[in-house]
């Protein structure tokens, strides 16, 4: 995992059951689109998070697969809708092979 990749994911700590709350998710990565040289004319391999995912309690929430033309840090803000209390589970996978996660408790009252 590169050191410079961080996730940062904002969850509610509370939400009300079957009532749609915000999601919102960055991660930091240095981005390559595999098309830029270095100073001595070698192509940069492509190096980007080619996969995002979120889970609650173990069921899929929201999948995106990324394409050469995403940015930077790329940020995703989406809504879910819970019964019950428990865990989000965040996932970004890169070209290189690195996985980055990140979970967030929510309770329903």
């Known amino acids: 995992m590169a050191e410079d990749s961080k996730p940062r994911v904002r969850v509610p700590r509370s939400a009300t059951a079957g009532e749609a709350f915000e999601i919102k998710t960055l991660i930091s990565h240095k981005m390559e689109s595999g098309q830029r040289k270095d100073s001595d004319g070698n192509t940069i391999p492509r190096s980007i998070i080619n996969h995002f995912s979120c889970d609650f309690n173990g069921e899929n929430v929201i999948q995106v697969v990324l394409h050469g033309a995403i940015s930077t840090n790329p940020y995703f803000q989406f809504e879910a ?29």
């Open 81 to 109: 809708v819970i019964q019950e209390s428990g865990t989000f589970t965040f996932t970004w996978n890169d070209d290189s092979g690195s996985v980055y996660t990140d979970s967030k408790d929510i309770t329903v009252g």
